[in-house]
């Protein structure tokens, strides 16, 4: 989620992590007054979920990790648990209390759960308290 200028020296080149077995995707992003397009948070939580239904671990990142990967991680909450945004937002502040969530962020986090919803209208909240824990209080390997 990281703008151009903020990995070109900073950060090993796709080669490079290739080359040690990481897999990356970059999506760049105007930090602080931007937002990702809609359609680069569906590619994110498609990336994630496909590494994590391998059993892989997936780091998000951007410079700070109060607005873009933030926004990134709680697409993925909206998705997996079918959270509403406001859910997701929560849920993150509990580990990360100093994230930023704009209404930009919101907003589009609120475009993404419609489409979600729309997508698949019958999908109902998990009602099973082995899915959700009490307060959806979660660890950090649980997210």
């Given at each position: 989620?990281?703008?151009e200028y903020e990995t070109r020296f900073l950060c090993c080149s796709?080669?490079?992590?290739?080359a040690m077995g990481v897999e990356q995707m970059r999506l760049?992003?105007?930090?602080?007054t931007g937002i990702p397009?809609?359609?680069?948070?569906?590619?994110?939580?498609?990336?994630?979920?496909?590494?994590?239904?391998?059993?892989?671990?997936?780091?998000?990142?951007?410079?700070?990790?109060?607005f873009r990967s933030a926004t990134m991680v709680a697409a993925y909450l909206i998705q997996v648990?079918?959270?509403?945004?406001?859910?997701?937002?929560?849920?993150i502040a509990k580990i990360r209390p100093h994230i930023i969530v704009?209404?930009?962020?919101?907003e589009l986090l609120e475009d993404f759960h419609k489409a979600l919803t729309d997508e698949n209208p019958t999908s109902q909240k998990p009602t099973d308290?082995?899915?959700l824990p009490q307060?959806?209080?979660?660890?950090?390997?649980s997210l």
């Open positions: 989620m990281n703008e796709p080669e490079e992590w290739e760049s992003t105007v930090d602080l397009s809609l359609e680069n948070l569906q590619k994110g939580v498609k990336f994630v979920l496909k590494h994590r239904e391998c059993g892989n671990s997936v780091y998000v990142h951007c410079k700070a990790g109060r648990h079918q959270w509403t945004p406001q859910e997701a937002i929560e849920v704009r209404r930009k962020q919101l308290t082995k899915q307060n959806k209080q979660r660890d950090r390997k």
